[in-house]
């Protein structure tokens, strides 16, 4: 939630920090600031909004100042205001802040008790009245915002600037990233990488409890703790500006709903070996080491990528023959869970920074479990607190709603599931064989069914002013028709559930009317036949019934009155492309009624606060 960026440089920082800051603006978009340094005086913009707002203040006031940070906000403390909009200032300090400060109520009416007076409602502008205290004690810039930083309790990622060391920055986290950009006399800072490549690709990225100071000269980090200096590699990152565009679509997530099939193919290819039906996993090592005691497997995820996860525990049960549960992570710590030393723990991410899913990581590797992330950002806090890490090699995902990310993490769970199941003796070569082939073939099969898009968008048209929609599918179709459903809600603000075909009659059959949709995910494989008498029935009340099918199932598509094909495959591997009709009529129905597709209202990408 939220991004900064900030740059310490030897050119005007203005554009850099708005163009850094579109880039994050996915992150946040209630209200955006910036702050410069000019003259021993601070120029200080802010908005509530969209970042536009900001672009034509900025327009008219041309700050000036080669030293600057910015922030677009996603509001958790105090309403979207220019009030509560970053960055904050108290005398001769500015601050800028992701993530919760847990006591931020009794810091307050400490300083309130010594004459500090507020402007915001926000949790994050008692930062820069600790730092201004501090630095009147320490007269270091560094030490002022570790005593500040230490009296925190809760999340953070925070940059400082003060009148009184105009030419450098502080930064420092805690269960919020940050990353460092290394350029020639320049120094960057942001919460994302994508932020900073119009301006470099060598990054160093900060872990918990790291405090960095940036000067034109370099950069150094330190322990908050101890403040011992502290050694972070550098990276050299690929990504190039235009990965990070929209690239000629309309929105973000129509590009990144079309770039499945290569990113899926990214995230197979390596891993496919030249051996007939062999999955080559070398990050593993670590699991494989302690594999024979295994007992269990328990998946750890929110939102999409719990959907994800849904699909890969059958996947790991069917071909490992190993228990798996999926867990919301949200609840998993609050419930004193099971977990132990057998237990390989997958932790599923996109951005590898949801608290959330952190949390229940922490609770997991207390109790002794094996941590394998699944996640798509190099370095991230899941990367760094795991065992094990599989990447999925989906690139920048900008959309809000997540696609491309939840068929990279579908593609890595089968792998895993392959994977285990052959380590362990439990699932034989011809089968396995079976399924990599299946899983090569996915991309051409993928592109098949996005070319179905001009038909997808004909029913979108039919259904863009529905009030309430069912999404239901059985056995490995029950997640798609939940992502589904979800995606729905996501974009277009429309009430949709997703259900088990089979508990349709157990209670939603209430809401069936001739105005109520419902959207069966049934494509061939050993439950379809079950689920035509739930449709039979849907047809009997005057429901209108939308089908994902396979193409040539006759008996499915007479009870439909719209249908999405897919190209046959392997029941195991359907949900990578009956889950594509689904985004794409979420993206439509929504584009239609002219929502805001790529930034839907409340909802930020990277989920950074509990």
């Known amino acids: 939630m939220c991004g900064i960026v900030g740059v310490v440089g030897k050119q ?58 910015g922030h677009t906000r996603w509001a958790t403390h105090g309403r979207p205001s220019e009030a509560n909009a970053h960055p904050h200032r108290f005398r001769d300090t500015v601050v800028v802040h992701n993530g919760i400060i847990e006591n931020y109520a009794a810091l307050k009416r400490e300083l309130q008790a010594q004459g500090h007076e507020f402007t915001s409602e926000t949790d994050s502008e008692i930062i820069a009245h600790l730092v201004q205290r501090a630095m009147e004690r320490e007269g270091d810039l560094v030490r002022a915002v570790r005593d500040a930083l230490l009296e925190l309790h809760g999340s953070f990622a925070v940059a400082v600037l003060d009148l009184r060391a105009p030419d450098r920055m502080v930064a420092a986290r805690r269960m919020s990233p940050l990353v460092i950009g290394l350029g020639d006399g320049e120094s960057y800072l942001a919460s994302d990488v994508p932020a900073l490549l119009q301006v470099t690709r060598r990054f160093q990225f900060l872990e918990d409890g790291d405090l960095a100071l940036l000067t034109r000269e370099g950069v150094s980090i330190h322990s908050v703790e101890t403040m011992e200096a502290v050694s972070r590699e550098v990276r050299t990152v690929s990504w190039t500006p235009a990965m990070a565009e929209k690239g000629g679509y309309k929105h973000f997530m129509l590009k990144e709903i079309h770039e499945q099939p290569r990113s899926v193919s990214d995230t197979l290819r390596p891993r496919l070996g030249l051996t007939r039906g062999e999955v080559v996993l070398d990050e593993l090592g670590p699991v494989e080491q302690r594999l024979q005691a295994l007992t269990r497997v328990t998946l750890l995820a929110c939102g999409t990528s719990f959907h994800a996860g849904l699909v890969g525990r059958m996947l790991i049960e069917d071909l490992a023959r190993l228990p798996c549960d999926v867990e919301v992570a949200s609840e998993f710590r609050y419930r004193n869970p099971l977990v132990g030393s057998s237990h390989l723990v997958v932790a599923i991410s996109q951005s590898g920074e949801t608290a959330d899913t952190i949390a229940a990581v922490q609770e997991a590797r207390s109790k002794g479990a094996t941590i394998l992330s699944v996640c798509n950002v190099v370095d991230s806090t899941l990367a760094r607190m795991a065992d094990a890490v599989l990447y999925t090699y989906a690139g920048p995902e900008i959309g809000v709603a997540s696609t491309k990310a939840f068929t990279c993490q579908m593609a890595v769970l089968a792998l895993l599931a392959v994977w285990l199941g052959r380590r362990l003796g439990r699932l034989d070569a011809d089968r396995a064989a079976t399924l990599v082939q299946g899983l090569t073939e996915l991309p051409v099969q993928m592109e098949k069914v996005l070319e ?80 035509l008498s739930n449709m039979e029935e849907i047809r009997s009340r005057s429901g209108p019934v939308i089908a994902v099918l396979t193409e040539g199932n006759r008996q499915v598509a007479d009870l439909a009155g719209d249908r999405f094909e897919i190209p046959s495959c392997l029941p195991e591997l359907s949900p990578f492309l009956t889950v594509l009709p689904l985004q794409l009529f979420a993206y439509h129905v929504a584009d239609l009624k002219g929502t805001d597709v790529d930034q839907p209202r409340n909802l930020a990408k990277s989920v950074t606060v509990e």
């Not at 910036?34 to 041309?62: D, H, M, N, P, Y």
């Not at 056995?475 to 992502?483: K, T, Y």
């Open 12 to 69: 005007p920082c203005i554009e850099i920090l708005l163009d850094g800051l579109r880039r994050l603006e996915y992150r946040g978009y209630d209200s955006a600031g910036v702050a410069t340094i000019s003259g021993g005086e601070f120029t200080i913009l802010r908005s509530a909004g969209k970042l536009s707002r900001l672009a034509s203040l900025v327009a008219q006031k041309a700050p000036e100042g080669t030293v600057g940070i």
């Open 452 to 531: 179905r898009n001009p038909h997808i968008l004909e029913v979108a048209r039919k259904h863009q002013r529905v009030r309430s929609m069912l999404y239901l599918g059985r056995n490995v179709s029950h997640p798609i028709a939940l992502e589904g459903a979800l995606k729905l809600k996501e974009l277009s603000y429309v009430h949709a559930e997703g259900y088990p075909a089979g508990e349709m009659k157990h209670g939603p059959i209430a809401l069936v009317d001739d105005s109520v949709p419902s959207l069966f995910v049934v494509p061939n494989g050993p439950t379809w036949e079950k689920t």
